[in-house]
């Protein structure tokens, strides 16, 4: 049964032709990378797919078990470290779980990397793609502390679980049971998902908490450590996520080892420590900023989808 629509299909196929262009246009190097790699990001929450199989040879961990990437970025990186200046890539990624009217396992994910961006620099990027892809639309920047000031009244840098609670309360959320033992940064996930991010239409926020790091610089500022990270967001959806990249390999396994221990207190399997983005990092990986966009989300915004499923050639059931 045909369930893709074709109007769409061929409005999607314009706007990859000119994302293409853009980065072509600024001396981007279009790359591509494996899907399939015994490496993979180690994320608190994002959960990859597995792929367990007789016939793969062994890889560098000694298992037989690879993983469908939930993000090229650690082989862009490792290629920003073997001497690339500026890579972009259109590429499949999956994660396990993901399902809903944003959400499919398997979606398109624009990410690029040029060495030598600082953070502002690569905020006005990310800013000016999507200006060449929405003429006329503005974009604003606002740090996380005052986008969360305004709406809950705290400083997410200094705040603790009690106050945070009794902000939830206060705006009349529904508070999972789970949350009563969660730490303040599930507590600010929430308060942000629920209370703040379905009014930002049109806005890049920056600057946050330094506990929401992911692969980001920490810097301090006036006493507190603030991550370099920013995201983009519009009509209510996360569009994009990006940081002024972490260079520092010993940060950075410090950082897989805390992501693994978070990983463990949550229930989910550990993931592999040692990998090849480690190694390339210890070489020595050039200051850079870095981005990846969601280009399905993108579209629902674009053509004004209501569900992920719009803007796909086949969700995951026809698959």
């Known amino acids: 049964m045909q369930t893709f629509k ?24 279009e790359v591509q990378t494996p899907i399939l790699s015994a490496d993979t990001v180690i994320d608190r929450c994002i959960e990859p797919i597995s792929v367990t199989e007789s016939t793969l040879p062994a890889n560098h961990h000694g298992t037989k078990t690879y993983y469908l990437q939930t993000s090229p970025e650690a082989a862009m990186k490792r290629l920003l470290a073997g001497g690339m200046d500026a890579v972009f890539q259109i590429a499949p990624v999956f994660r396990s779980g993901d399902r809903g009217q944003r959400h499919n396992p398997e979606f398109t994910m624009l990410e690029w990397y040029r060495t030598g961006d600082d953070y502002q620099t690569g905020m006005n990027l990310l800013a000016e793609l999507v200006q060449s892809l929405l003429p006329g639309q503005k974009i604003g920047f606002q740090t996380f502390r005052d986008i969360f000031a305004t709406k809950t009244g705290l400083n997410p840098h ?13 705006s009349g959320i529904s508070i999972p049971d789970s949350y009563r033992s969660e730490p303040a940064d599930a507590w600010i996930d929430l308060l942000f998902a629920e209370c703040i991010q379905p009014g930002l239409e049109a806005v890049i926020v920056f600057d946050y908490p330094a506990s929401q790091s992911q692969l980001a610089q920490v810097r301090q500022e006036n006493g507190t450590a603030v991550s370099e990270r920013f995201e983009l967001f519009l009509n209510g959806l996360e569009i994009a996520n990006g940081y002024h990249e972490l260079c520092d390999a010993d940060e950075l396994r410090r950082r897989f080892q805390e992501n693994n221990r978070c990983r463990i207190l949550s229930g989910r399997q550990p993931l592999p420590e040692k990998n090849r983005l480690l190694t390339a990092m210890e070489r020595g990986l050039p200051p850079c900023s870095g981005s990846a966009l969601g280009i399905d989300r993108l579209l629902m915004v674009m053509l004004q989808a209501g569900t992920i499923d719009e803007v796909m050639t086949f969700p995951v059931e026809t698959a």
């Open 6 to 29: 074709k109007e769409n299909l061929v409005f999607r196929s314009a706007v990859l032709q000119k994302i293409r262009q853009f980065f072509y246009d600024r001396s981007f190097c």
């Open 158 to 170: 200094r705040t603790s679980v009690p106050e945070l609670r009794a902000a939830a309360e206060k």
